[in-house]
């Protein structure tokens, strides 16, 4: 049953707006429409700071980049910037080895079969290792194979560990298993669990920019839909989950929207630009 659509009483016009992409600004067909990229546009014009915050790595920015966005986009759930304007890179925090290894070696012993993938690239290349057993649920990723412990001797933005059940089942066990070595977080609700470097979230590197930018959590406007936006979600004065989004993601926003498909980034966005 779709969640019924709540507003809170209007704001003044917010100084930060984040959006994140798959499931929020995007569309059905993975793409930004034309509503929510005016949208957006309208926003920066009037002065305010547009951030796109995706779980997505660099080389999959290209929904946005075709409507035109140049600003900075915080990816990998918070483990890379990335100025797209710029084609630079501002900074990416990676998981080391011996992080992995411990927490890979702990994961294991919970009995639960599961596949492993990192993510190396922290700008346009492509650099994904899997082993055999990984099914990426994205087919324009091309994967480079290893052995569970190759896969762990470099440095990574990002791990991917795969279970057959589906990520929500687990995810509680494994954080628990984590503790404070990494980050674990779920964008998916499909069995794909994700694991960055220890303390990084959307939230986490959102409150850094802002404060960079001189503009207060209450003047921040985000939206999401999956538990990776949740740090995000909490963070910011105005917080508005999708129609569609995970009911923990639900729980935490201060209003719902509307859909991902029916442009419900454009709805909120219209109440001030």
């Known amino acids: 049953m779709t969640p019924a659509i709540t507003t809170s009483p209007p704001m003044h016009a917010p100084a930060m707006v984040v959006c994140d992409m798959d499931g929020t600004l995007l ?13 957006l546009a309208r926003a920066a014009e009037a002065g305010a700071r547009v951030v796109i915050a995706t779980g997505r790595p660099v080389y999959n920015l290209a929904p946005v980049v075709d409507i035109g966005f140049t600003g900075l986009a915080v990816c990998m759930n918070g483990a890379v910037i990335y100025d797209i ?37 922290i700008d346009t290349e492509r650099d994904f290792w899997a082993e055999n057993a990984y099914a990426h649920p994205w087919e324009d990723v091309e994967l480079q194979w290893a052995t569970r412990a190759e896969l762990m001797t470099g440095p990574a933005v990002k791990m991917y560990v795969r279970y057959g059940e589906r990520s929500t089942d ?7 298993v984590a503790a404070e070595r990494v980050t674990v977080t779920d964008s998916s609700g499909d ?25 207060d959590a209450a003047d921040v406007v985000a939206f999401g839909d999956m538990p990776n936006d949740i740090e995000m979600l909490a963070w910011a004065g105005r917080s508005v989950a999708m129609c569609n989004a995970h009911p923990d993601v639900l729980a935490v926003a ?18 001030w630009f």
């Open 191 to 215: 069995g794909l669990i994700e694991v960055a470097a220890a303390g990084v979230t959307k939230g986490a590197v959102l409150a850094t920019l802002a404060a960079d930018w001189g503009v």
């Open 254 to 271: 201060s209003e719902v929207g509307g859909h991902h498909a029916a442009d419900g980034v454009a709805e909120v966005l219209e109440r």
């Open 85 to 121: 304007a710029a084609g630079q890179v501002r900074s990416a925090t990676m998981l080391q080895p011996p992080v992995m290894q411990s927490f890979v070696g702990d994961i294991a012993g919970l009995g639960w079969t599961f596949a492993l993938a990192v993510e190396r690239a």
């Open 27 to 39: 569309g059905a067909d993975g793409r930004v429409s034309a509503r929510n990229a005016q949208a």
């Open 170 to 176: 687990v995810l509680g066990t494994v954080r628990e």
